[in-house]
């Protein structure tokens, strides 16, 4: 089970920080990743991270503004996200993949309800 959280308003050029929480499962088994859906739009992955959180990849429009990070001992996937803009606003999903693959991932099996995300200019 997945739960994001963290989500709130902040301004233009204000920071926040996402969290996905995973229960029932051992996080180290999972590659995961952040998505991100705003109204009228599809779905997009903003971020994603391996299983051992050696290997990360970003979207190009939130690189060097976003993080992801996971704390497998604590079963929480992060996403650190500064630098907003109002065009970040959106709902924001984590996603789960169970993997024996070292890298990042593309596809996922799994998914968390979301958590808004609301940048005002």
């Known amino acids: 089970q997945l739960q994001a959280s963290g989500g709130g308003l902040v301004r233009t050029g204000g920071c926040l920080r996402v969290?996905?929480?995973?229960?029932?499962?051992?996080?180290?088994?999972?590659?995961m990743g952040w998505f991100r859906q705003a109204p009228g739009k599809e779905r997009e992955i903003v971020a994603a991270?391996?299983?051992?959180?050696?290997?990360?990849d970003y979207t190009d429009s939130v690189k060097g503004r976003f993080t992801i990070s996971r704390d497998n001992a604590k079963n929480t996937v992060y996403l650190q996200m500064r630098s907003l803009i109002p065009e970040d606003t959106a709902v924001y999903f984590c996603?789960?993949?169970?993997?024996?693959?070292?890298?990042?991932?593309?596809?996922?099996?799994?998914w968390g309800p979301g958590t808004q995300v609301t940048v005002s200019s």
């Open positions: 969290s996905c929480a995973v229960s029932g499962s051992t996080l180290s088994d999972y590659a």
């Open positions: 991270i391996s299983r051992g959180g050696r290997i990360t």
């Open positions: 996603a789960a993949k169970q993997t024996v693959s070292g890298l990042v991932v593309r596809q996922y099996d799994y």
